[in-house]
């Protein structure tokens, strides 16, 4: 029954949520990720010396920040205490090969929501592109589950007829530019590198290449109406007004949900130190367009170090890099790439701050330590 757990979790969190709550999307998913972490813990604990120390040590950092800076009440602490206790879990539980299909399925229905929410079926009231969000709560979300997923099932749907292939595949890129996510291109292109890169595919490297310009062209086409250089002027404008602020506690970090708390502060300084108090001045700056409220850095690195302090980042990091190595040397490097799609996403974007992405993180950590010969499940 355990070896169920890590698809049926990764499933639930993409599908579940509650539209009669205020958090309609990330709540259910949180309740999702509690309820299978404390059905897994008498595993879990039975195995105590299996546990990997540097989530545990992410938590620990978390923790102490949110201590320190009495913020147990964001939003945010819930989700990055349980997806890092998701990858410690599922690190020791292992993921079998014969339950990808749950993950792959419910995939494919996100997919196919957002398609018809493009054709404005069951768009929720939404509209425009928002409309496109299916049961994630917004198309980047979407986006930000959907790539690195699209990447692990291309690495095991091998033994799926030809036509099953095309067709879920087709399903899946339709779908990403229909969201029209500006850091999808930039994520998959990392993975495809990393893909590229390694031995293993240099008998397919030309089919790979032609794969991923096909991608590449399909996901241009649907980022033709976003203006591309006022998002990454947009990008640009928010770290700079967070980055003087890295060191204001070097220790512990400022605490969960940080950015949203000091933002009307950190912004107001940024201003004074360009205009002073010339109200002219501040007309004529090209960034006025980007001001006002934020709840996120848009790079979940920046905005970790920024709540927890540099020891939460550099566990987290050297976690991560220990399972892309271990992918690396395995014969079957997807699920490496599937780590790259997403923290290189990570650098213009907040998933760790969504239980859904990590429920596919945690997913992608455990496959890719199985790559490198660790069982395979409980």
């Known amino acids: 029954m355990t070896a169920l757990a890590p698809a049926v979790i990764t499933a639930l969190t993409l599908l579940v949520f509650a539209p009669p709550l205020t958090s309609a999307f990330h709540t259910p998913k949180q309740l999702v990720l509690a309820a299978g972490l404390a059905a897994l813990s008498p595993l879990v604990a039975s195995r105590w010396r299996q546990v ?22 964001a939003p945010t602490t819930p989700t990055l205490v349980l997806g890092a206790l998701t990858v410690a879990a599922w690190h020791v539980v292992g993921v079998a090969e014969r339950t990808w299909w749950m993950v792959g399925a419910a995939l494919l229905v996100v997919c196919a929501v957002v398609v018809l929410q493009a054709g404005g079926v069951a768009t929720f009231g939404a509209t425009g592109r928002m409309a496109r969000s299916a049961t994630l709560g917004n ?67 030309r089919w790979l290449v032609v794969g991923a310009v096909v991608v590449g062209v399909v996901l241009a086409v649907g980022l033709a109406r976003r203006d591309v250089s006022t998002s990454l002027r947009g990008r640009w404008y928010l770290t700079s007004v967070i980055a003087p602020h890295l060191l204001d506690s070097p220790l512990v970090g400022l605490g969960p949900g940080a950015v949203e708390l000091h933002w009307p ?23 006025l367009e980007f001001t006002g409220l934020e709840a996120h850095a848009h790079d979940d690195w920046l905005e970790l170090w920024l709540e927890a302090g540099p020891l939460a980042v550099l566990a987290l990091l050297t976690f991560l890099a220990t399972r892309l190595r271990e992918s690396w040397r395995s014969a079957s490097p997807f699920a490496g790439a599937a780590l790259v799609v997403l923290t290189t996403r990570a650098l213009v974007d907040f998933p760790l701050h969504r239980p859904a992405d990590w429920a596919v993180l945690a997913l992608t950590c455990a496959l890719a330590r199985r790559g490198s010969g660790a069982p395979r499940a409980s």
């Open 52 to 73: 990997p120390l540097l989530p545990l040590v992410f938590i620990a950092a978390v923790s102490a920040s949110a201590s320190w800076n009495d913020a147990w009440g």
């Open 139 to 205: 198309p980047d979300f979407v986006a930000s589950v959907a790539a690195p997923l699209a990447v692990l099932w291309l690495g095991r749907a091998r033994t799926t007829s030809w036509k099953v292939r095309l067709a879920a595949g087709a399903l899946v890129v339709l779908a990403l530019a229909f969201t029209q996510s500006l850091a999808t291109v930039a994520s998959l292109a990392a993975g495809a590198s990393f893909l590229l890169a390694h031995p293993s595919t240099r008998g397919v490297r």
């Open 265 to 287: 502060r950190w912004e107001l300084e940024w201003w004074t130190r360009r205009c002073g108090e010339d109200a002219d001045c501040v007309a004529r700056q090209p960034e």
